[in-house]
Structure formats: C-alpha cells, structure tokens
C-alpha cells in the first residue's frame, strides 16, 4: 500500500490504472468505511480512500479540533483491506489559498442537518468537488449513514455532469443497532449503551408508517418525545421523501425517516428508509 | 468534421483521444475563436469546439434571445479550420433539470462586468465547469477579449483543482483595432467607424501610464469623458491589477485596463493589459 501527500504525485501514479474506485473520508476509520472499500475492491484496478480533516464543513463551535486523528490505525486498516492508495494530502496542499470558490447547492443544503450546521453541506460539496478532480475516480462510494450527504453530492455530481458513477453503501451498524461514527467515540460507557435507542426510535416510526399512521407531524412529536424523556436532546425526527428530502407529497411512497440528536456532548445522527 | 449533440456520445467517442483540446463558444464564430483553434490544433489528438447560448449567464432584461445563432456557418468554419468535433448540446441536453448547484465565484465576480450583469460570472463559471466534465480536455482556450471571465475561469480552474491546463489567447482584432465580437454584429454602419475608438482610448490610457502617470482615478475619468462627449455610455473605464483585478496597489506592475461602453443599444468590452 502506498501513502501519498500531494496531488501532483497522486496524479502521476494513477496514469497507469485502468479504473479507480475512491472512498473519500475524514479518516477515524471504522467497519463502515473499510465496507465500502470492500464493495469496490473487485470492480476496479485500484482502490483509493482519502483521509482528510475538512475545516471547510465545520462551523467555528463544532469540534474540528478534537475530531479524532488516528492516521497510524487508519493505515493499518487500509492496508488490511486491500487498499492500494491512502491519499493524505495536508491542509495546505488542499487549500494553498484561501477556499473562496464554492459550489453552492440548492436549498437542501438548509434543511435538517444543514440547519443545524450552517455551511456544512456547501463545504462537503467543495472538498468532495476538488478530491474528484484530484482523483478522477470511476466510482466512488459514500455511507448512507450520512443520508443529506449522499444526496447533496449525488445530485450534484448529475447537475455538474461529473464523470464518476456513485455508490450510495447501506449503513454499518453494531451488533446493537448503532450506526458506526466516528463520533461514537466520544460516548461515555453510560451513553454507549443508551446510543442504540436512536435506531429503535427510527424503527418504531417505520412500523407506524409500515402500520398506516399518516399524521407525520404526531410520529415526529411523539418520536422527539420519547428520546427527550431518556435524556437526549434531538435536533429533528423528520420524515421525507428520499429522492430530495422534502415533505412528502400525497402518493410518495419512497420515504426516509431522518434523525439528529445529542447524548450528553455527542451529536448522533442515523437515518432509516421506508417503503410503503 | 463530426457534429455531436449528446453528452453520451460525446463521451463514448473521445474515450478513444490521446488528448483533446477545447474551446466553448456560443457561436456566431469569427477569427477570434478559430484563432483558439489554430493555437491548440497542433498540441492534440483532438480539437473539439462547444456551441451553446448559455441561458443562465444573461441576465432577464439582456441579449439572450437576439443572441445570434449561426449554427450552419459556424460549422464551415469550423470544418475549414481543422476543428474534429462540434459540440452543440441542445437546452435540455445542458439542463435536464433546473440548475441549481452552481458555482459560486468570490468577489471578483460582482466587480466590472458583474456589477452591470449580475449573475453573469456564476453562470459562466458553472456552465464552463459542466463542459470541462463533459469534454474532460486536457487544453481549454478561452481569449482575452473577456478579461474578466479569463481570471474568473482560470482562478476556478486552481481552486476546484480541475485537471486542465488553461490557454488565455491575445485579442484578435480587425485591422482598425476594434475587437473582434459577436456583439459587434449589431452596430449600424456609422457605430461600426466609430467602435475602435474604444481601442484607442485604452492606447491612450497605456500611454499615459507608460508615461509615469499616476493619478489613475483621473485617467480613468478623463477616459470615460472623452468617450461619453463621442456619444458613448460608459459602464466603466478601469485600471486594475491583472492578477485579480482588484485596485493596484502601490508596487504594482503588471496592470491592465478594462472597458466596457454603450454605442447605441449595443455593449462592447475591450481591455489592453500594460506592464510598467
């Protein structure tokens, strides 16, 4: 396995591969990236995944600072899985000036997690836009777990006509039901037991959709409910049509049930699909 | 001389170029983009050539629909050129679905040209970051003539870390000095002997700079009168710093000048760059 720092090199070396797949991630790396690189692994001549922190999609209070670095791990386990390339390029070889051309996506980047997070899915959008050009992938893959993510960026990659095929990769979860995050690693042992409950309360609004219930705004209030009474602070329980993340409309029956709370300090988000 | 009008087809016959060179118009050529041609014809397997009236960079109350298309002509010329491929997507080819991921320039983007047509500079940046995805070439050429947009698609070009080298090409002009441009297809007779006279206030503003001249806001108001007492409307004449076109700095010397007047209903930019 190689490691490599600058675009430059990055490029030289790619020259000779036929076809690359890409896991682009802020590294921390857990069972869901490294499945990612796994659902590739056989569809390409070589396997590349990024590892970078990206200041760009952190507003100034969120935790860019204390958001776990384990390079010398994360290698390991990219080694372990086949990858052939970790590309870690510094924050200077990404950013040599000041980021001030953006790709600015539609009103999704507002809504739900993009909310909270004022700028995030803009900065996404810009660091995802700049490794594919750095990369030139013919696939690469994302988490569902980061459900707004993946359609930002595959809208975008339609609306910009960007030559790479996306693999949107069902989420990794513990045996438990909590969806892998780097995050998790912030949970005391009290909250990573109580962590799980955000998966049952998603599946409990999927059987009373499943069931028939159609007043999503009770599901939803109900659902906050009960996780504000085990001690957790939601952001939204939302309930959307998966093909852009608005309300549904009458008649949508592709739906996604989307989730963001705090544990203590720690802002978990999970999502689960449902269709009637 | 091949026509192709699918981003499909255009992507399923390049597969087989070395290397492709690229130049984006809107049509109604003239010896201003075959020169783009000529500069590139040698250094490629592959010289491709985009005709495509860009909706989204006309403002609602400019020449969009007056625009003039020439599609049959444009292509003999092109064929006599050398040009290997025309790329004329249709509307709905370039915008299946409203577009709305742009790219979203800094400042530069609403000085000049951006502060009379707002928009203007977004809508070419997303527009030329489509057809760089769709054409994927290894050279793009664009000329001078429009200055602005030059620095705004060549700074886009380094910050999205596009992989493809940019040909900013010198004006062509006819033999009185005027800049040669599709707009200038809308001057009456008596506008067309006295449009060169914007060239030549622009001489007498690198005169004057040459000159050890240092004043440049009276320069440039100087300029604007002399053209305004001929009959002109002036939008702006203005000395910036080629590198990012923001006011020169004490130090500065590599500038240029930028202009942009009315002659009757019709608008004509031309700029001369002027290094101390």
Chains 1, 2 share one sequence.
């Not at 990236?33 to 590349?48: D, F, N």
């Not at 513990?174 to 409950?197: F, K, W």
């Not at 219930?213 to 996780?227: F, K």
């Not at 008649?251 to 049930?257: C, I, N, Q, T, W």
Request: aromatic share 6%; net charge negative.
């Amino acid at each position: 396995m190689e490691i490599i720092y600058s675009v430059a090199e990055l490029r030289m070396r790619l020259k000779q591969e036929q076809s690359v797949g890409f896991v682009p991630t802020m590294g921390n790396l857990h069972a869901g990236h490294i499945e990612l690189t796994r659902q590739v692994r056989e569809r390409v001549s070589c396997v590349v995944l990024s590892i970078f922190v990206n200041r760009l999609q952190f507003g100034p209070n969120e935790d860019f600072d204390k958001y776990p670095r384990t390079f010398l791990d994360d290698c390991d386990r990219c080694r372990e899985a086949g990858v052939d390339i970790v590309f870690a390029p510094d924050e200077k070889e990404m950013y040599p000036v000041p980021q001030d051309y953006l790709v600015e996506p539609p009103e999704i980047q507002h809504i739900l997690d993009g909310a909270v997070r004022p700028g995030h899915f803009r900065g996404v959008a810009t660091v995802v836009l700049k490794l594919f050009n750095m990369v030139q992938p013919h696939v690469a893959l994302f988490g569902k777990k980061d459900y707004q993510q993946c359609r930002v960026l595959s809208n975008m990659v339609r609306q910009f006509n960007l030559p790479v095929e996306m693999i949107l990769a069902e989420t990794v979860r513990a045996a438990d039901g909590l969806a892998l995050s780097s995050r998790n690693g912030y949970l005391t042992a009290a909250e990573r037991s109580e962590a799980p409950q955000l998966f049952a309360a998603l599946n409990r609004v999927k059987s009373a959709l499943l069931a028939g219930e159609s007043d999503l705004a009770a599901i939803e209030r109900r659902t906050v409910n009960e996780l504000s009474s085990r001690g957790w602070r939601p952001d939204y329980i939302s309930i959307r049509r998966q093909s852009d993340l608005l309300a549904p409309q009458h008649g949508d029956r592709d739906l996604v049930v989307l989730a963001a709370a705090r544990l203590g300090t720690t802002r978990l988000i999970d999502n689960l699909e449902v269709s009637l």
